[in-house]
């Protein structure tokens, strides 16, 4: 179901107004309320999940199943450098993600299904879900409720800069990685920095533990279960010549199955307190288990890619590599049927990706987004034969 130029028009219009006023994690108000202006405008009912989110509800003239939609809202804490006419006017905070184009496609796809209800066999829940950028985010909340319940299928994509403008990106199983965060504090003992023989360095502790955590994915990790681990945060010391009291490091760890996940924390854990005791430290390990692997369900990423060759040609849909960035969407993949989609806005006169200050996407991507959703949610309404295995 093809965007006609007004609807096109006005899906870039909502862009870049929201791409103007962005909200950070969990205070997206004046954005949900935006959302929610819009949806009543075009007739559709909403309701909240969490207080901090909005779903519009579009029911079919036929039954069938029910399926959800989904979009983020949050922008992130970035000074925005792009020069764009349009550009954020809250200082300190961007739409460096795509978020603004994924509200805007999500709209689209609303006001294309409300002037098309005698082609909906069953109800679709538009979701414009709060804080996918944080830690414990959105999605994370939304799954300890009833939401799911009932609900047959949940479809998500994400505007990529790292894939080429035109091209359409799909992957069964699992797509894009586990994400989990940790710290490490070393309590040493202090002094001078010229008798180190009267201190325990936290400094020089920390330093070995660092360089042993970097074996854990080389030498304890399966060569084909992908992981990585990095270390994103160090500090230690205020002045040149005096060895502090405690050293501390943090950082993230990605993979794309659980035993990986709980492999690394034992044997990071094992790391630390071995090099601890080793030095006559103390020590304390901190590890969060965060969003888990998006995990695509084969027949519905089967059908959102036929579904996008027949409307834009085999050469434009790509099976792509897993991507060990993280995305809350992996939530729902673990409760539902789940399908997530990478809509390809790389640019070689914008070469600049995700969360940098001069982010931008390429905006005529925005009417393939809404074309691909609407049609490929009527089809599966439609096809009773697609099984959700």
Not at 22 to 43: D, N
Not at 110 to 117: F, G, I
């Amino acid at each position: 179901m093809k965007p006609d130029i007004n609807l096109t028009k006005w899906v870039i219009e909502q862009r870049r107004y929201l791409h103007t006023h962005p909200e950070i994690s969990h205070e997206e108000v004046a954005t949900k309320t935006y959302i929610t202006e819009q949806l009543h405008a075009l007739g559709i009912e909403t309701y909240s999940i969490t207080g901090k989110d909005v779903v519009g509800i579009v029911y079919g003239e036929h039954p069938g199943k029910t399926v959800i939609i989904r979009s983020d809202m949050d922008a992130l804490p970035i000074l925005e450098e792009t020069g764009l006419p349009f550009a954020s006017v809250n200082k300190g905070v961007m739409h460096a993600c795509g978020h603004d184009g994924h509200m805007s496609i999500l709209l689209g796809i609303a006001k294309l299904l409300v002037s098309n209800k005698s082609a909906i066999h069953g109800t679709i829940h538009l979701l414009f879900q709060h804080a996918e950028e944080a830690v414990p985010g959105g999605a994370g909340e939304i799954v300890k409720t009833d939401f799911l319940d009932n609900k047959d299928a949940i479809f998500g994509y994400h505007l990529w800069q790292p894939l080429k403008s035109g091209l359409i990106g799909v992957r069964p199983g699992s797509t894009m990685a586990g994400a989990d965060r940790f710290s490490i504090t070393i309590y040493g003992k202090g002094g001078h920095g010229s008798m180190p023989e009267e201190t325990i360095d936290p400094t020089l502790v920390i330093s070995h533990i660092i360089t042993q955590l970097h074996t854990i994915v080389s030498r304890n990790v399966k060569a084909i279960d992908q992981a990585v681990l990095s270390i994103g945060e160090l500090n230690s010391g205020t002045t040149y010549n005096v060895i502090p009291d405690t050293a501390y490091a943090s950082g993230t760890v990605r993979y794309f199955n659980m035993e990986t996940s709980l492999l690394i924390r034992k044997r990071m854990e094992d790391i630390v307190d071995g090099v601890c005791k080793s030095f006559g430290a103390t020590c304390k390990v901190e590890y969060f288990h965060g969003d888990p692997p998006v995990l695509n369900n084969k027949a519905l990423t089967s059908f959102i890619q036929k579904t996008a060759v027949s409307l834009f040609g085999e050469e434009k849909v790509v099976e792509i590599d897993p991507i060990l960035g993280a995305e809350d969407f992996a939530c729902y993949s673990h409760k539902i049927p789940a399908s997530f989609t990478f809509i390809g806005v790389g640019k070689e006169e914008a070469p600049y990706g995700h969360h940098h200050p001069k982010f931008d996407i390429d905006e005529d991507m925005l009417s393939v987004g809404v074309e691909l959703f609407t049609t490929g949610v009527l089809d599966y309404l439609r096809d009773n034969s697609v099984a959700n295995n």
